[in-house]
C-alpha cells in the first residue's frame, strides 16, 4: 500500500525538552522531600508516562503503601511547574522543522503521538513556525492509556483516516516500538534518545536512522527503488 502518513514521537525524536523534564522531576521529588534523581537517570525514562516516571524514580525510596498518594502529588507538582517552564525549554532538533515541511510538501499527512500534553506540542510547534505541517496531534492528555498501549496511534490513525499499512510510526524508544506494534503501524526507529541502537533493532524496525533529517533521504530512495 503506497504511504499517505507518517505519525512521529516527539521527545527525542523530533524535539529535546530534556532540560525542562529534569528541572521539573528534580522540582517535584525535592517538594515531595525524596532524593531528587540524577538527570541520566531521569533522561532515561524520556518518553514513558508521568506515573511510569515517578514509579520508576521512585523504586526503593518510598514505601509502596504511600506511591499512589506520593504519585498524585508528583503528578500536580511536575504539571504545575512544566506549566511554567516546559516550553520554553523544549527545542526542535536540528532539521527537525525542515523535514516535516518538506515532506508536507511532498503530500504526505503528518500526526504527533506523544505522551507530552498537546497544548504544549501546539505552543512549540507554532513558536518554531511550523505547526500547519502537522495535521493532527495525539496527546497524553487525549487518551485512556498511554504508550505503550496502541489507543493514541489508534486515534491518530482514525483522525489521519489512513490505514495503518500506508503509514509509519517514527520514534527514538522501545515504548515508540511496543506502541507501533500493538498497534499494528510500521515502525522506524531514530537513534537521538537514550535507547541504544541495538534494543532498538530487536524490534525490527523498518528502519533504523541516525536523526529524523535522515528521513527524506531514506524515503526517496524507496520511491525510487519501487520505480525502477
Known amino acids: 500500500m503506497p504511504l499517505s502518513a507518517l505519525i512521529y514521537d516527539f521527545d527525542y525524536t523530533l524535539a529535546d525538552s530534556s532540560a525542562g523534564i529534569v528541572e521539573c522531576v528534580r522540582h517535584a521529588f ?12 531521569i533522561c532515561r525514562t524520556i518518553g514513558r508516562s508521568l506515573p511510569d516516571t515517578f514509579r520508576a524514580l521512585s523504586d526503593g525510596a518510598v514505601p509502596s503503601a504511600s506511591v499512589p498518594e506520593l504519585e498524585a502529588e508528583f503528578l500536580r507538582l511536575f504539571i504545575a511547574r512544566a ?19 518538506t515532506l508536507r510538501l511532498r503530500g ?18 507554532a513558536r518554531e513556525g511550523c505547526r500547519e505541517t502537522i495535521d493532527v496531534i495525539v496527546g497524553g492528555d487525549d487518551v485512556a492509556e498511554p504508550k505503550p498501549a496502541p489507543e493514541g496511534l489508534r486515534l491518530a490513525l482514525r483522525l489521519l483516516a489512513v490505514d495503518a499499512a500506508a503509514c509509519y510510526y517514527v520514534g527514538d524508544s522501545l515504548v515508540d516500538a511496543a506502541a507501533a506494534s500493538a498497534a499494528g503501524v510500521p ?16 524490534w525490527r524496525p523498518a528502519l533504523l536512522l541516525h536523526h529524523v533529517r535522515d528521513l527524506e533521504r531514506q524515503l526517496e530512495t524507496w520511491r525510487l527503488s519501487a520505480e525502477v
Open 30 to 41: 525535592t517538594c515531595l522531600r525524596l532524593p531528587a534523581p540524577e538527570a541520566e537517570a
Open 83 to 101: 506549566d511554567e517552564i516546559m516550553v520554553e525549554r523544549t527545542v526542535l532538533l536540528p532539521g527537525a522543522r525542515e523535514t516535516l515541511e
Open 108 to 125: 504526505l499527512r503528518q500526526a504527533i503521538v506523544t505522551t507530552k500534553f498537546r497544548r504544549r506540542i501546539e505552543a512549540v510547534l
Open 187 to 202: 515502525f522506524i526507529a531514530v537513534a537521538t534518545g537514550p535507547t541504544p541502537a541495538e534494543d532498538l533493532l530487536r
